[in-house]
Protein backbone atom coordinates (compact mmCIF):
# COMPACT_ATOMS: atom_id res chain seq x y z
CA UNK A 1 0.00 0.00 0.00
CA UNK A 2 1.06 3.75 -0.80
CA UNK A 3 -0.02 6.66 0.19
CA UNK A 4 0.60 10.01 -1.60
CA UNK A 5 0.34 13.47 0.45
CA UNK A 6 0.44 16.43 -1.97
CA UNK A 7 1.11 20.16 -0.96
CA UNK A 8 2.27 23.18 -2.22
CA UNK A 9 -0.77 24.43 -4.19
CA UNK A 10 -2.35 28.45 -3.86
CA UNK A 11 -3.24 31.31 -5.89
CA UNK A 12 -0.90 33.13 -7.14
CA UNK A 13 -0.77 35.75 -10.87
CA UNK A 14 -0.04 34.90 -14.14
CA UNK A 15 3.79 34.63 -14.95
CA UNK A 16 3.93 33.08 -11.41
CA UNK A 17 6.11 30.01 -9.97
CA UNK A 18 5.02 26.84 -7.30
CA UNK A 19 6.61 24.08 -6.71
CA UNK A 20 4.05 21.11 -5.78
CA UNK A 21 5.48 18.00 -3.66
CA UNK A 22 3.93 15.03 -3.38
CA UNK A 23 5.04 12.52 -0.18
CA UNK A 24 5.05 9.10 -0.44
CA UNK A 25 5.03 6.69 2.22
CA UNK A 26 4.78 2.81 2.53
CA UNK A 27 6.14 0.96 -0.77
CA UNK A 28 7.69 3.47 -2.73
CA UNK A 29 9.53 1.89 -5.44
CA UNK A 30 6.85 3.38 -8.23
CA UNK A 31 6.80 5.22 -11.27
CA UNK A 32 5.11 8.46 -10.65
CA UNK A 33 3.12 11.34 -12.60
CA UNK A 34 1.33 14.44 -11.93
CA UNK A 35 -2.39 14.82 -13.90
CA UNK A 36 -4.45 17.66 -13.21
CA UNK A 37 -8.59 18.15 -13.62
CA UNK A 38 -9.71 21.52 -14.35
CA UNK A 39 -13.61 22.53 -13.59
CA UNK A 40 -15.50 20.78 -15.80
CA UNK A 41 -12.63 19.09 -17.97
CA UNK A 42 -11.18 15.56 -17.47
CA UNK A 43 -8.47 14.92 -15.71
CA UNK A 44 -5.45 15.08 -18.23
CA UNK A 45 -1.82 14.22 -17.42
CA UNK A 46 0.90 16.42 -16.91
CA UNK A 47 4.21 15.00 -16.44
CA UNK A 48 6.14 11.65 -15.16
CA UNK A 49 9.09 10.37 -14.00
CA UNK A 50 10.59 7.00 -14.01
CA UNK A 51 11.32 4.39 -10.92
CA UNK A 52 15.24 3.94 -11.57
CA UNK A 53 16.35 6.20 -14.27
CA UNK A 54 14.48 9.61 -13.78
CA UNK A 55 13.49 9.96 -17.59
CA UNK A 56 10.78 12.22 -17.71
CA UNK A 57 7.71 12.91 -20.00
CA UNK A 58 5.50 16.02 -20.37
CA UNK A 59 2.32 16.75 -21.90
CA UNK A 60 2.93 19.12 -24.57
CA UNK A 61 0.55 21.95 -22.63
CA UNK A 62 3.53 22.34 -19.93
CA UNK A 63 6.34 21.81 -22.04
CA UNK A 64 8.89 23.86 -21.05
CA UNK A 65 7.64 25.66 -18.11
CA UNK A 66 6.76 22.77 -16.03
CA UNK A 67 9.49 19.84 -14.31
CA UNK A 68 9.09 17.10 -12.87
CA UNK A 69 11.63 15.60 -10.57
CA UNK A 70 11.84 12.80 -7.66
CA UNK A 71 14.47 12.10 -4.46
CA UNK A 72 13.74 9.02 -3.97
CA UNK A 73 15.78 9.18 -0.45
CA UNK A 74 13.08 11.63 0.61
CA UNK A 75 10.38 9.63 -1.50
CA UNK A 76 9.25 13.03 -2.82
CA UNK A 77 8.56 14.04 -6.00
CA UNK A 78 8.38 17.36 -7.50
CA UNK A 79 6.97 19.55 -9.81
CA UNK A 80 8.05 22.61 -10.80
CA UNK A 81 5.55 24.95 -12.88
CA UNK A 82 6.87 28.21 -14.08
CA UNK A 83 5.49 30.87 -15.60
CA UNK A 84 2.06 29.87 -14.87
CA UNK A 85 -1.26 30.73 -16.68
CA UNK A 86 -5.03 31.04 -16.25
CA UNK A 87 -5.58 27.61 -17.70
CA UNK A 88 -3.18 25.86 -15.55
CA UNK A 89 -5.95 26.44 -12.95
CA UNK A 90 -6.74 23.05 -11.73
CA UNK A 91 -6.69 20.88 -8.73
CA UNK A 92 -3.03 18.82 -9.24
CA UNK A 93 -2.75 15.19 -8.09
CA UNK A 94 0.23 12.88 -7.61
CA UNK A 95 -0.06 9.02 -8.64
CA UNK A 96 2.37 6.28 -8.75
CA UNK A 97 2.23 3.22 -11.03
CA UNK A 98 4.11 -0.17 -11.17
CA UNK A 99 8.00 0.79 -10.91
CA UNK A 100 8.61 -1.28 -14.54
CA UNK A 101 6.54 1.65 -16.21
CA UNK A 102 8.46 4.29 -18.64
CA UNK A 103 7.85 7.89 -18.39
CA UNK A 104 5.28 7.56 -21.89
CA UNK A 105 3.43 4.56 -19.74
CA UNK A 106 2.69 7.17 -17.19
CA UNK A 107 0.78 9.38 -19.59
CA UNK A 108 -1.88 6.69 -20.30
CA UNK A 109 -1.33 3.77 -17.99
CA UNK A 110 -2.99 3.16 -15.34
CA UNK A 111 -1.91 4.35 -11.95
CA UNK A 112 -2.47 1.90 -8.60
CA UNK A 113 -2.43 4.99 -5.70
CA UNK A 114 -4.13 8.39 -6.12
CA UNK A 115 -3.54 11.41 -3.71
CA UNK A 116 -6.12 13.69 -2.87
CA UNK A 117 -4.70 16.48 -4.68
CA UNK A 118 -4.17 20.32 -4.13
CA UNK A 119 -5.20 22.97 -5.52
CA UNK A 120 -3.48 25.56 -8.18
CA UNK A 121 -5.50 28.65 -9.43
CA UNK A 122 -4.16 31.10 -11.00
CA UNK A 123 -5.59 34.55 -11.77
CA UNK A 124 -5.02 36.63 -14.80
Known amino acids: QVQLVESGGGLVQTGSSLRLSCAAS??????MGWFRKAPGKEREFVAG????????YYADLVKGRFTISRDNAKNTVYLQMNSLKPEDTAVYYC???????????????????WGKGTLVTVSS
Open 95 to 113: AAGPNYYSEYDVSYRAMDY
Open 26 to 31: GRTAHA
Open 49 to 56: ITWASGRT
